[in-house]
């Protein structure tokens, strides 16, 4: 029988509610006969981890990981340490050194959830974003100097590459390919910004032609969220760089109902690193500790694990369970307007999968 060596990194937050839920939930499908094995390694990285070594994760971290077949991950995000430090000390340098370059968002309104498009049908939203997670506008190159004086200068320098231009545009073609629609939609700006985006612009001309089943279109971002709200239909597959599609899923997340339902994962296509899976949202200050925290959005980052490692009906499985879940109104938590806890959806989930 297949074990898989998974990796659970709750992080900071809410995280630390919501992973060993997504683990509960991942020792419930392999008990109810999945027809594979499960083996956890845990890591309590992120703000704890600073408090006490001055660092978000050891320096050797990467090692511990680079032989598992995939991490489920929380958030980093703590109230007492910038948000810089926590995000590049532990998120980014795990997608990084991993190069998981492809960040994979789907959307869609759940069975039961109200969300807040009133001239759509919930059919009408399903999409996937793919934002380009190892360069362009979050490169990380930049610096500060003259701090404090008046002639202080600071820069954020975007930088884009072909070869990792033409890694995401093949990603989100192919990608589109294998979606019923095969519709993909190039978010971009060049109109203002004229020279990578230009690159972007050409890249997908370019990558286009090697996939003519494909439709593609081609959206400013500005024009792109006017577009979600008002056309949703006519979106499928999106591709767009780190900075455009971080803003843009989190509206498509918001489309949705929640930024506790949506998922994501941080993908490395030629599977040379474990991927990681991930709610979207944060640490949720307002909300950590409480035992309120939708668990949802976890949930569904363990079907798209799920369907990496190539468990296609175990992934379907564990989505139905949800569906049925979210389709009861007594089970949703706070941000869908309920009064449900962290726990009670979990384990309505958990007994939705025995058999
Ligand atoms: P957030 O996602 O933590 O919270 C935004 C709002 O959504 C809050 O009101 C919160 O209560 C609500 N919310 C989020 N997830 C929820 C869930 N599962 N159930 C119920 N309600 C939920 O975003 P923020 O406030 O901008 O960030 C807080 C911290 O988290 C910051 O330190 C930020 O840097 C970090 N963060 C980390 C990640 C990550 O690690 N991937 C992503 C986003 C934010
Ligand atoms: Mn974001």
Known sequence: MKIYKIATIPGDGIGKEVIPAGRQLLEALQASSSGFGLSFENFGWGGDW??????????????????????????????????????????????????????????????????PLKRCAPADLDWVIVRENSEGEYSGIGGRVHQGHPIEVATDVSMMTRVGVERIMRFAFKLAASRPRRHLTVITKSNAQRHAMVMWDEIAVQIAREFPEVTWDKELVDAATARMVNRPATLDTLV???????????????????????????????????????????????????????PVGTFWSVVMMLEHLGESAAAQRVMQAIEHVTANQALHTRDLGGNATTAEVTAAVCAELLP
């Not at 795990?94 to 190069?99: A, K, L, P, S």
């Open 50 to 115: 600073y408090r006490e070594h001055g660092v978000m994760m050891p320096a050797d971290g990467l090692d511990a990981l680079r032989h598992k077949d995939a991490i489920l991950f929380g958030s980093a995000g703590d109230p007492q340490i910038p948000d810089h430090i926590t995000l590049w000390g532990l998120r980014l340098k795990i997608c990084q050194g991993f190069d998981q370059y492809a960040n994979v968002r789907p959307t869609r309104i759940l069975t039961g959830i109200d969300a």
């Open 240 to 294: 767009a760089t780190n900075l455009h599609a971080d803003v843009l899923s989190d509206l498509a997340a918001a489309l949705a109902g929640s930024l506790g339902i949506a998922p994501t994962g941080n993908i490395d296509p030629e599977r040379r690193y474990p991927s990681m899976f991930e709610p979207i949202h944060g640490s949720a200050f307002d909300i950590m500790g409480l035992g309120l925290a939708n």
